[in-house]
Structures are given as structure tokens and as C-alpha cells.
Nanobody, 125 residues
């Protein structure tokens, strides 16, 4: 049983920074990429970005490109989402997701087998 737990969400002022984390436990998959998605009230889930198992390849959604950075520490089974220059429109519940080994689902939410419960990020203006 694989579990993903996000942490680090909270309230931040516009222009500020915040880092959220996602730690996996249970059976894990070597070679699996991980991703971040977000969902604001009344909106569809949005792709934030994805990182390869090695951490050398990342890909971001247009709305966060240049402001957000994904990294991972496989020894700690943890993926990070560093968010900078935050805007009120970044307010959402942020979810991490784990894909199967060797896959690359990108922005396709159905391509991820496991999801965390989400952490709330609120950006005040």
C-alpha cells in the first residue's frame, strides 16, 4: 500500500514564497516520476509540474513556469514544490501524485496511480 502525504501548506502574502512537501511511504516504485496538481474551488484540477525519478527532468504548466520548482530527494522519499512570486490565483489545494515506473503521464491526471490528500495553499492579496 503506497501512501502520499503532503505538508507545508498555509497562508502567504502575494509575492511571497512557500515550499510544500510530499512524502511517500509503503511500497514505492523505483523509476517513478512524481507530479504536482492543484485545484481551486469551482475549477478543474490543474497540472503544476512533473519530475523524473532521477530529478534531472522536469516539466511545468504554463501558469507556474518560471515561478515554481519541483525537486526530489529519493533517499527521503520526498518531493518538494518550491513556489515563488505567489499570486492570489495560486490559491488552491495542492496534490502530489505518483506514476508507474518508466511512465511519463505529464499533465494527464488519469496516468497517476496514487494521490495524496492535498494541502491548502492560500495567497492573500
Amino acid at each position: 500500500q503506497v501512501q502520499l502525504v503532503e505538508s507545508g501548506g498555509g497562508l502567504v502574502q502575494a509575492g511571497g514564497s512557500l515550499r510544500v512537501s510530499c512524502t511517500t511511504s509503503g511500497r514505492t516504485f523505483s523509476g517513478s516520476p512524481m507530479a504536482w496538481f492543484r485545484q481551486a474551488p469551482g475549477k478543474e484540477r490543474e497540472f503544476v509540474g512533473i519530475i523524473s525519478w532521477s530529478g534531472t527532468t522536469t516539466y511545468y504548466g504554463d501558469s507556474v513556469k518560471g515561478r515554481f520548482t519541483i525537486s526530489r530527494d529519493n533517499a527521503k522519499n520526498t518531493v518538494y514544490l518550491q513556489m515563488r512570486s505567489l499570486k492570489p490565483e495560486d490559491t488552491a489545494v495542492y496534490y502530489c501524485a505518483l506514476a508507474g515506473p518508466g511512465s511519463w503521464p505529464g499533465a494527464l491526471a488519469s496516468g497517476y496511480a496514487y494521490w495524496g490528500q492535498g494541502t491548502q495553499v492560500t495567497v492573500s492579496s
